[in-house]
């Protein structure tokens, strides 16, 4: 493998998901240790914010985004929780969904299309990766747009007219993931307690086994705006976020 260039972020071709398959390479020493399988080097991107738009199109042709959302990963890669909309410019806004939407025309794409972006200091909209399905960066449209992605999905393979994606409310989400070493039965510790909270609404996916790094569920408050979304979602994330095994 060469070295020139580092650091890089090397993708496995095939296979990756929530973060698997995908480490950055910042040295020749860490280069011993790259995939030995097919894959891409990208270089490494100076981060100032990590978007993601949510774009349907139907088989006839008509085409809507959802607002751009703003995400937070954690350290095994896994999105820790996301904010709607994203707290940037109308002209950064514009660009991301411009990039997202000529993303779904190239490849001529029908259905959900989840695009997410890079925005880097220097203020570039970049392409990280796509989903062709709903995605963790709109579950929060459920609660929060006028059409939740899952509805839009229907909508436009069945051809029917695109829902509604004005935003409601601001909103956050935060992802339920397997505590470190878990495994077995999952449990919720003071998930219950949290569901005095108002404008809370819990989504537990019914997975009978925990495992570390899984995502289980997730959580989604709402609030008046995006800085008290987020608010509300980190004084949540330290009792509830992580899943242990009974």
Do not use: W
């Amino acid at each position: 493998m060469l070295t020139r260039g580092l650091p890089v972020v090397q993708k496995l071709r095939t296979g990756g998901y929530d973060g698997r398959g995908v480490q950055v390479i910042r040295t020749e020493d860490e280069a011993r240790y790259a995939f030995d399988a097919p894959s891409l080097l990208e270089d490494a991107v100076d981060i100032d914010k990590e978007l993601s738009v949510i774009v349907a199109r139907s088989t006839k042709g008509e085409v809507k985004t959802y607002p751009v959302v703003e995400s937070v990963f954690n350290a095994l890669n896994l999105v820790d929780y996301l904010v709607a909309p994203a707290r940037i410019s109308e002209a950064i806004e514009d660009e991301a969904r411009r990039v997202a939407l000529s993303v779904v025309e190239a490849m001529d794409f029908v259905g959900l299309l989840a695009v997410e972006l890079f925005l880097d200091k220097q203020g570039r909209i970049l392409v990280n990766e796509v989903a062709p399905r709903a995605h963790n960066s709109g579950h929060h449209t459920i609660e929060a747009c006028g059409t939740s992605q899952f509805e839009q999905h229907l909508r436009a393979i069945l051809g029917l007219p695109l829902g509604d994606t004005a935003q409601r409310s601001a909103a956050a989400m935060l992802n339920l993931i397997g505590a470190p070493g878990a495994s077995g039965t999952p449990v919720y510790p003071a998930l219950g307690a949290a569901l005095s909270e108002p404008g809370l609404h819990p989504h537990i996916y019914g997975k009978v086994a925990v495992r570390e790094g899984r995502k289980m569920g997730h959580v989604t408050v709402l609030a008046a705006d995006a800085d008290a979304a987020e608010k509300r979602v980190l004084a949540l994330r330290d009792h509830i976020s992580t899943v242990h095994a009974h």
